[in-house]
């Protein structure tokens, strides 16, 4: 084994866990219940759950890899100002999670497929607000330039996974909806918020490939 897979952060360690999960059926759901068990706010929804997916890249930088981390832009409707994972709704034109991950990373911000290698994915997770979100696993190369969309992304930036990855860095928190308490993950960085679903899903991807 060479110096670079040894190590604990890297991208090819980061490739090894991936590939070495622990297999799971479509019906195995993660998500903002499981911090919330029985909270009224899950059983409010009308219809069902929405289908989307997003691009968790993981950048080569050695044996120090980074996670790509999006700022959404302040005029957008919905989770206006929140950091999060490039990605959205599956289109009735997507073939796959991983071809709409790919497609919404391209339009938020430029990055381009051909520097991203699809390398799994993670049990979809449900959020609050009623998606079913795909997360694909995947390497970045470096070389990529990205273009920001700044109708939906004010900012990218990248967040080491070695500070993802440790526990010491997921803070519980909450906040309150209509007098209903409701309970969720943050990990600040560098002047970032990082909470919510987006939080979720890191903690989710701690639990299944790095505790």
């Known amino acids: 084994m060479d110096q670079k897979a040894a190590t604990p952060f890297s991208a090819e360690d980061f490739r090894a866990r991936a590939a070495r999960q622990q297999a799971f059926d479509t019906s195995e759901l993660y998500g903002d219940h499981r ?9 409010l929804r009308d219809g069902p759950l929405v289908d989307a997916a997003v691009l968790i890249p993981v950048i080569d930088r050695g044996a120090d890899a980074t996670l790509l981390l999006t700022k959404r832009a302040e005029t957008l409707r919905s989770h206006t100002g929140q950091v999060a994972f490039p990605g959205g709704r599956i289109d009735a034109t997507d073939v796959s999670p991983a071809a709409a991950a790919l497609r919404e990373a391209d339009e938020e911000v430029g990055l381009e497929s051909g520097f991203v290698d699809v390398i799994g994915r993670m049990p979809d997770y449900v959020s609050g607000t009623g998606y079913r979100i795909a997360p ?37 928190d909450s906040r309150f909806w209509n007098d209903l308490e409701w309970f ?19 903690r989710t991807l701690y639990e299944r490939l790095y505790a």
């Open 35 to 43: 911090f919330n068990p029985g909270h009224p706010r899950l059983y």
């Open 136 to 172: 694909v696993l995947s390497v970045v190369r470096p070389g990529f330039h990205l273009h920001l969309n700044p109708d939906e992304v004010d900012t990218a930036f990248e967040v080491p996974l070695s500070f993802l990855m440790n526990p010491a860095n997921h803070r519980r």
């Open 184 to 202: 969720f993950y943050e990990m600040p960085y560098g002047g970032n918020r990082i909470w919510g679903v987006t939080a979720g899903i890191i």
